[in-house]
């Protein structure tokens, strides 16, 4: 239902995190439903869009995402604020905070509205071909956003999008052949996911890094190939060694295919372990 009050609206925003001098609008309309917990404002995504108004610049919260993305696109997510966002739509920053309650349901529209774009990877005949496309995509479009990798290994997406994400996954895996209960599919997904964010935080900390230093991977191994070959040479690290010189070489892209793969290959051919008990 909706609330009018300024004193539960100040409560809703002190519950809902982020409440900061430049996100608080004393008049926005909020909804509340029940939990066991009391009283919490519904989800952004479970509220309705503010009505129309007579305004030059018509808003939405799909307008805001988009234009978020952008700015954080080129400059980080610390770069990103409301101010910039309502400069760029040409409004005030007031109109945004009908829209958005704070920082955290700004990011999780821009995170689903990506999520959106890996949905479109879609489902395919055979359950693996269906995982392989999932992830790629992902990989894909973080490449493109790459604040959204700062935005994984925390606590799950929630949004629309990310829902049907979740969903393609967990129901392409469950179909895999070693995947014999929900036990099974709950260590394939926290592998799979665990891969995911891993894998696409080392890539684009690489090319930040680049970026940042003006040296690709490549100049950066050329300068040290020295030291390396001396200390190899020692024969302390023969493992090592064989790695460096006998390894093969792989461009990322490659590399991360070569790694989801091998990820998907245990998955279908692990043995049934016996879970370990807890408290010992």
Do not use: C
Request: overall charge neutral; proline content about 7%; cysteine-free.
């Amino acid at each position: 239902m909706p609330v009018q009050d300024p004193g539960q609206r100040q409560a809703a925003e002190a519950a809902a995190g982020d409440r900061d001098s430049h996100l608080y609008h004393p008049y926005r309309t909020l909804y509340f439903v029940d939990t066991p917990y009391g009283s919490a404002p519904l989800p952004v995504w479970e509220r309705p869009e503010p009505a129309p108004r007579a305004a030059p610049v018509p808003l939405s919260r799909a307008k805001i995402a988009d234009t978020a993305i952008r700015i954080a696109d080129a400059h980080g997510l610390d770069g990103l604020s409301v101010r910039k966002i309502a400069k760029e739509l040409g409004v005030g920053p007031m109109r945004l905070y009908d829209y958005v309650v704070n920082r955290s349901e700004l990011l999780d529209l821009m995170v689903d509205a990506v999520y959106a774009r890996i949905a479109e990877a879609g489902q395919h005949s055979g359950w693996r071909t269906t995982v392989l496309a999932i992830v790629h995509r992902t990989r894909e479009v973080a490449l493109d956003h790459e604040w959204f990798v700062d935005l994984l290994g925390g606590r799950p997406h929630l949004g629309p999008h990310a829902l049907a994400v979740g969903e393609a996954t967990a129901a392409a895996l469950s179909r895999a052949p070693g995947v014999r209960d929900i036990d099974d599919l709950q260590r394939a997904l926290g592998v799979l996911n665990a891969f995911i964010v891993g894998a696409l935080r080392r890539e684009v900390t690489e090319r930040r890094t680049a970026r940042s230093t003006g040296t690709d991977v490549s100049t950066w191994q050329a300068a040290l190939g020295p030291y390396l070959t001396r200390m190899l040479e020692t024969g302390r690290y023969p493992t090592v060694a064989r790695l460096v010189v006998d390894g093969a070489h792989l461009d990322a892209e490659v590399t991360f295919h070569h790694s989801l793969t091998t990820i998907l290959d245990g998955v279908i051919s692990h043995p049934r372990t016996k879970a370990p008990r807890s408290g010992g």
